[in-house]
């Protein structure tokens, strides 16, 4: 299989479905990742993953000629009834043809009851044929996987082929800031990984701001070096135009959306990283 390349649709942020796939299939991609995230995206509940939804959001695929490799997805699946939840969501991106889907690990305060979901979350996913993508944070709170090091050990206890990383070398320039170098992390990171989220990341007096890849502090030419020596790793660009993240590393998203060129001109331009890098 010829290694999947994936937008995911974090920057069209207030933008319809359709809108943004037409525009990702403007862009020259083939595939793209759907982000239901609470706060990267517009409010949503569990509804979002109802049964008529699925079927809208597979035509709108189908009619947009994009594929679905990934979907993200991310929740704390250490709470309460986050196995249930979880496996909703899971059932909707197997709907769109999605083989990982990407969330968030635990706070360690939860990691009792993470190990309780997870153990159910990987039934499902083996009926579904689907890879749980565990990815590091960037909000600053204490993680099962705050680094590489983390992920690794993390994934070798849960000891199933269906629970991998979906490393983002982005988040760690804000969760652990000044602490680890985020390229070399992700290449730490890459034995355990089913895929991999791209991003770059300037810091600023402000906070944490998502830039062009190759324009920020991550080091994304070292990190896909490292991808194309792995012909079997995928990878999403998520460029969360809309959003920053406060010193804190808080998410903070403007008020208004990111017009519609200015994310094409972007998107246009990691795509050529990205093709540039991996060759």
Known sequence: MSRILSISTAPYDGYEFPAALDSIAACGATHVEPAFIVGYTEPFDEEAFNADNTKQYAAWLKQSGLACFAFS????????????IFARRMDFAGALGAKVINTN?????????????????????????????????????????NVARDGL??????????VRLNYD???TVSHRPGQVDPAQDALAAMPACAHVHIKDV???????????????????AAILQAVRSREDLNL????????????AAQPVRRNSRVDLADIETTLRRCLAFVRDQLG
């Open 153 to 162: 050990d993390l994934v070798a206890r849960i000891g199933s082929p269906q």
């Open 73 to 84: 997805s991310h929740i704390d699946l250490g709470r309460p009834g986050a196995d249930r």
């Open 169 to 171: 070398a982005g988040n």
């Open 202 to 220: 300037q810091t600023r007096p402000e906070g944490y701001f998502f830039v062009p890849l190759g324009e920020g502090e991550v080091g994304c």
């Open 236 to 247: 999403a660009i998520e460029v969360p135009l809309r959003l920053h993240r406060d010193p």
């Open 105 to 145: 690990a635990a706070i360690r305060d939860y990691a009792e009851s993470f190990f309780r979901n997870i153990e159910t979350l990987t039934a499902h996913a083996e009926r579904l044929d689907m890879i749980i993508a565990l990815e590091n944070p960037g909000n600053g709170e204490d993680n099962l996987i």
